[in-house]
């Protein structure tokens, strides 16, 4: 059986990487699924059981537009996947306040507002389910990646204390952490076959991630097999943390 057969999940980042091949698993496995990006960016899905919405995240209306889609086409809410994520390489000293908080409302402010937002549904929900994409960032750190790192390691907070807050009411929340992996974002340093080489090699299994490798884990996280998993935070990174 589907492990997803009668749920409903929002899936936000899902033009591309991990957030498409999430938004394409969970079709897969039974799920119905409101595929949400920002305006322009491709949201062309073959699967029928995929709606999609382009909306920017940071802004106002952003989390009330995104619920209000998925309970309009579905009617119900099951799952979240707050995958949606932006990035800009720059050191503290000279990060402008804008590039700070375009990184802070993408990445924790959205996540944080959808959530609100999501949480009276998920509670309604037999299998309620919080999952958010953070990074072996959000532990770590490496040069020009201060706001980055500061989002990420906000999102892991902000899990946990999900976790606690909606427990007895039968919801999870649980972090995915994505190593060095193919997506949108790492898609031009990875096209130096040098780069790309330096990465894998960082990792125990000697290969770059694929989006599918984390859209995998937050399956997982989204079906009854980690019905007693909540407040963890999942490193999908081929082992590249261990050395660290």
């Avoid at 037999?126 to 770590?140: E, F, Q």
């Avoid at 974002?185 to 780069?195: C, G, H, L, N």
Wanted: proline fraction near 3%; charged fraction near 20%; include cysteine.
């Amino acid at each position: 059986m589907a492990r997803l057969a009668g749920r409903a999940a929002i899936v936000t980042g899902a033009a591309s990487g991990i957030g498409r091949a999430s938004a394409e698993l969970f079709a897969a496995e039974g799920a119905r699924v409101l595929a949400v990006d920002r305006p322009g960016a491709n949201l062309e899905f073959e699967a029928e059981a995929i709606e999609v919405l382009a909306v920017d995240l940071a802004t106002r209306d952003a989390p009330a537009q995104v619920v209000g889609a998925a309970l309009a086409a579905f009617g119900q809410l099951d799952i979240l996947f707050n995958n949606a994520g932006v990035g800009i390489n720059a050191l503290a000293a000279s990060m402008t306040d804008e590039e700070w908080d375009r990184v802070n409302d993408v990445n924790l402010k959205a996540v944080f507002r959808t959530c609100r937002e999501a949480i009276p549904h998920l509670i309604g929900s037999p299998a309620g389910r919080i999952i958010s994409t953070a990074s072996v960032m959000a532990n770590g750190t490496d040069y020009g990646l201060v706001a980055y790192c500061a989002s990420k390691a906000g999102v892991l907070g902000l899990t946990r204390s999900l976790a606690l807050e909606l427990g007895k009411h039968g919801v999870t929340a649980n972090a995915v952490l994505p190593g060095a992996i193919r997506t949108g974002m790492t898609a031009r340093s990875f096209e130096d076959p040098k780069v790309a080489e330096i990465w894998a090699r960082k990792s125990v299994l000697r290969r770059l991630g694929e989006p599918v490798d984390v859209a995998r884990v937050a399956l997982f996280l989204a079906s009854d097999d980690a019905g007693f998993v909540t407040g963890q935070a999942i490193a999908a990174d081929g082992g590249m943390t261990l050395r660290i």
